[in-house]
């Protein structure tokens, strides 16, 4: 057979072409591992093992006071919850975990909820996260409501509780009703389901506004020596932080404390009664009206209890598996 030195000459071009290329951009590729969980927002999350790696984000710098963010949970109550997911990860499991958050306009703005259950569903899969919020709510209220129907239908697994800010909304506050209020609302919510699991929230915190009349004298000349004085009210408004905080939290820790219920004190975290308020403030993370909070805001608040909710399952996974 008669070889053509042309086409050999261009075969090995085309080779040394093709090696160079492989060589060059092998340099460039990422291998991806085996098992790769990527979460975000501004981190990425890895799932190692058996367990998550923490979630972990800066604050913002005037925050100030901070403790330690985890679930109060002394009877791991939420095992049954962290085993569904942890078996729902490694694909055993033929159902979906559902998680519903119900509570006032924090939970009806859908920020805060959906930036939790975001993260979840991204880290867990097929993990089912919806929420239920009503503007105005209170335990109370929400009890009577008609939505509270929707939570039936759904049959979740673990039902996050976030009221307070409302029932704390008061000149006089009665912690005495509240805890009622809320033993109503479990009450219900226990007797339709059973077996489902719950989570309570504290709210992240709230200014009370005040508004300070003031007469101004107006002087007026009335003749050349004589004058007559008149008198116009003025209206000014200030923002105080609401001095039934800490209480309203506190009862709702009672409550889940008394009941051997998990909770996670939001409030508490970011300062308590001596700065919570003040470091949303200063952040600038509060909308004008000092009790609703910004996108930017409700997204932190997001992050901070899916944290809190890793750190938990991580915890659990490491002395089960």
């Not at 060589?23 to 093992?49: A, D, H, M, R, Y």
Request: aromatic share 12%.
């Amino acid at each position: 057979m008669r070889i053509n030195k042309r086409s050999i000459l261009l075969t090995s071009i085309v080779f040394f072409s093709l090696s160079f290329v492989t060589t060059v951009v092998g340099q460039n590729v990422i291998s991806f591992p085996s098992s790769l969980s990527c979460i975000n927002t501004k981190n990425k999350e890895l799932k190692k093992g058996n367990d998550i790696s923490p979630f972990d984000f800066t604050l913002p710098t005037t925050f100030l006071g901070t403790k330690s963010n985890v679930i109060e949970d002394k009877t791991q109550s939420l095992s049954a919850i962290f085993k569904k997911l942890y078996i729902m990860q490694q694909g055993g499991l033929a159902d979906t975990v559902r998680i519903i958050q119900i509570g006032d306009s924090h939970i009806r703005g859908l920020i805060y909820p959906q930036m939790v259950g975001d993260l979840l569903m991204h880290t867990f899969g097929s993990l089912k996260y919806t929420n239920i919020g009503i503007n105005g709510a209170t335990c109370h209220s929400f009890a009577k409501s008609k939505k509270i129907e929707k939570i039936f239908a759904e049959n979740p697994d673990l039902i996050i509780i976030s009221f307070g800010t409302n029932e704390g909304y008061k000149r006089h506050y009665d912690a005495n009703l509240h805890y009622v209020q809320i033993a109503e609302l479990v009450k219900i919510l226990r007797d339709k389901l059973p077996d489902v699991h719950l989570l309570f929230t504290t709210p992240p915190g709230s200014y009370m506004k005040y508004r300070i009349h003031k007469y101004v004298r107006m002087t007026t000349k009335h003749h050349k020596k004589r004058y007559r004085y008149r008198y116009r009210k003025t209206t000014s408004i200030i923002y105080k932080v609401n001095p039934n905080n800490g209480a309203a939290v506190s009862t709702i820790c009672k409550y889940a404390n008394e009941h051997s219920l998990p909770y996670w004190d939001l409030f508490g975290f970011v300062g308590g009664e001596g700065g919570a308020c003040q470091n949303w403030s200063y952040a600038q993370l509060m909308c004008p009206d000092h009790v609703h909070y910004l996108p930017e805001g409700y997204r932190l608040q997001g992050e901070l209890l899916y944290q809190a909710f890793i750190k938990a399952y991580n915890e659990y996974v490491s002395k089960q598996f």
